[in-house]
C-alpha cells in the first residue's frame, strides 16, 4: 500500500470514529450524528457521502441542534446491497426509514447535488414531518438536466466501468479540486482521496455506478418535484457556490423558481462548498430555523 493509501486510510478511519453505524430497512447505513436540539438532516449528493458533511455538522451542533448527516446505501460506509433500488425514488424511501431508525420525528433539510431530488420526493410525500428546506447547488428541472461530460460515462454500462478506474489519484484530485473548491490548498491530498475511497473502495464503485444509473430525468418527476414543493407548507431557502462549474445558473434558477424563493444567498466557493463554507451554511440553516 502506498503512503498515499494509508493516508486516506487514516482520513477514514477519523470519520467512521466520528460517526455511528444504525439498521434502516434492513441495510447497515452510517450516519454523522451530533449535538441535541432540532435535528437537521443533511443528505449528500453523488460521487460524496457523508463525509462532506464532517465540517457542517459541528457547526450546526454547536448553534444547538442535533446535526445528523448519513450516508446512502452504495456510498461512504453504509452498506451497498445488491438487491436495492438506487434510484432516486428508492433512496428516498429508505430515507424515509433511516429517520425513523434514527428516532428523527420532525427535521430541518438540508440537500445538495443530486441529494435534492433525494430529499426533495422525501419532504413531499412527508411534508408533515419537515420544518425547514435549504437547498445547496442541486437540482430540480431533472427533464432538461444532463451529467457533465466528466460524469456522463458513469451512466452508460461498459463505459463507466472503463472510466471509473481513470479517476484515481493524481487526475482524481485535480478534477475535485477544480470543480468543488475555491482554493485548492484548502483541503490535503488525503482528504481528496477519502473522498473517492468513500463512494469506490468498498465493492471498486459497483454501487456508484448504479447510482448514476438511477437517475430519473423525466418530465414526469420533474412535474412531481415542482408541484409538491410549491405545495409545501414550510419555509425554504436557496444557499448557492458563486463558481459552481458543475450546476450553474439554469439550475439555480430552476431551483428559485420551484421553491418561490425569490433571490439565494450566494457564498465564494464551487461545487462542495461544505468544504470551504461550513460557518455560513450553518448560519443560514439557524436563521431559517429561527424564522
Known amino acids: 500500500m502506498s503512503r498515499a493509501s494509508r493516508a486516506a486510510d487514516d482520513v477514514v478511519a477519523q470519520h467512521h ?3 455511528h453505524t444504525f439498521r434502516a ?6 450516519t ?5 436540539g432540532p435535528p437537521v438532516v443533511c443528505l449528500h449528493g453523488a460521487p460524496t457521502s457523508s463525509f462532506l458533511y464532517r465540517k457542517l455538522v459541528p457547526e450546526l451542533a454547536a448553534r444547538g441542534f442535533r446535526a445528523v448527516a448519513p450516508d446512502f446505501p452504495g456510498a461512504g460506509l453504509g452498506a451497498r446491497p445488491l438487491a436495492f433500488d438506487y434510484s432516486w425514488s428508492g433512496l428516498a424511501r429508505w430515507t424515509d426509514r433511516a429517520m425513523d431508525a434514527l428516532g428523527i420525528d420532525r427535521c430541518h433539510l438540508v440537500v445538495h447535488d443530486t441529494g435534492g431530488p433525494v430529499g426533495f420526493e422525501w419532504a413531499i410525500t412527508r411534508p408533515g414531518r419537515v420544518l425547514s428546506l435549504t437547498a445547496l447547488d442541486t437540482l430540480v428541472d431533472v427533464a432538461a438536466y444532463r451529467p457533465p461530460p466528466s460524469m456522463r460515462p458513469f451512466t452508460v454500462p461498459v463505459a463507466g466501468e472503463a472510466w471509473l478506474p481513470v479517476l484515481r489519484p493524481p487526475v482524481s484530485r485535480r478534477f475535485f479540486r477544480r470543480v468543488g473548491l475555491a482554493d485548492g490548498a484548502s483541503l490535503t491530498d488525503a482528504e481528496v482521496d477519502a473522498h473517492l475511497a468513500l463512494v469506490t473502495r468498498q465493492d471498486a464503485g459497483r454501487a456508484f455506478l448504479r447510482t ?3 437517475f430519473e430525468l423525466t418530465d414526469a418527476k420533474q412535474a412531481f418535484y415542482y408541484e409538491g414543493l410549491a405545495s409545501r407548507p414550510y419555509p425554504a431557502q436557496v444557499v448557492w457556490a458563486r463558481d459552481d462549474p458543475i450546476l450553474g445558473l439554469p439550475r439555480l434558477r430552476a431551483v428559485l423558481d420551484a421553491l418561490g424563493v425569490g433571490s439565494p444567498t450566494v457564498l465564494a466557493g464551487r461545487h462542495y462548498l461544505q468544504e470551504e463554507q461550513s460557518p455560513a451554511i450553518a448560519a443560514t440553516v439557524a436563521e431559517l430555523a429561527g424564522a
Open 25 to 30: 430497512g434492513g441495510i447497515r447505513g452510517f
Open 17 to 19: 470514529a466520528s460517526g
Open 32 to 36: 454523522l450524528d451530533r449535538g441535541e
Open 212 to 214: 448514476m444509473r438511477g
